[in-house]
């Protein structure tokens, strides 16, 4: 079946833009978690959704970033007011529910210029 | 929280030897251990994954090997091939209900023909 989905792949963006970005989950997995990962590093937990709510959004580095999944599939990852730090690669991964593997996506490279 | 380190940060091998990849981890309370790999650009792909109640699990060529008491567990990878050269990242999770993997910093794995 088909996997953990995302788009776009690659986004350059300005500094001080806004950004949105997209994560379609394995159709009936119920949990989707957001990470970033730097070159070079392992990914670094964002955010994770159970169902349509964020069940812990503790990675979440500041207030320029919210996530979104009104009906519990689709999530949008949306950055306010770009900065060059937030350069990195976005993935999303869902989970059939809690406590299960976790599968992720290919990412989104964004970049800030 | 949780803190995963992962050593060595680059392994290299002639292929058809073994590769062994170290992790150990801080929170007691972790009780799930995933394995991805992650070949350049592309997404990570969990390849194997341990839960506290047992200390061994293998699959084909991969084995991993967990020991909750000293808090470290081990990626196995026997007759390597040259496809086995990717970069491997553990994790760890804590108790269920915290959905949150923490990642290792990632070991580049090169098979040597």
């Known amino acids: 079946g088909a996997g953990v989905s995302q788009t776009p792949s690659n986004k350059v963006t300005e500094k001080g833009k806004y950004v949105e970005l997209r994560c379609d989950p394995i159709s009936g997995h119920t949990a989707l978690y957001w990470y970033r990962q730097s070159l070079g590093q392992g990914p670094e937990f964002l955010i994770y959704?159970?169902?349509?709510?964020?069940?812990?959004d503790s990675g979440l580095p500041n207030d320029r970033f919210f996530a979104v999944r009104p009906e519990g599939s689709v999530s949008t990852l949306k950055i306010q007011r770009t900065e060059r730090g937030d350069s990195a690669v976005y993935l999303c991964a869902s989970s059939l529910d809690r406590g299960a593997e976790q599968y992720f996506g290919p990412g989104t490279r964004l970049t800030v210029t | 929280g949780e803190n995963v380190e992962q050593h060595p940060s680059t392994l290299s091998v002639q292929e058809g030897d073994s590769a062994v990849i170290k992790c150990t981890y801080s929170?007691?309370?972790?009780?799930?251990f995933p394995w991805y790999k992650q070949e350049l650009g592309k997404r990570p792909q969990l390849i194997i994954d341990i839960r506290s109640n047992v200390g061994e699990k293998k699959d084909q060529r991969i084995a991993v090997t967990l020991n909750k008491t000293a808090k470290h567990f081990s990626l196995h990878i026997t007759e390597t091939q040259p496809e086995d050269s990717a970069v491997y990242f553990c994790?760890?999770?804590?108790?269920?209900?915290?959905?949150?993997?923490?990642f290792g910093t990632g070991t580049r794995l090169t098979i040597i023909p």
């Open positions: 994790a760890a999770r804590p108790n269920f209900g915290n959905e949150k993997l923490t």
């Open positions: 959704f159970q169902g349509t709510g964020a069940a812990d």
């Open positions: 929170d007691s309370a972790s009780n799930y």
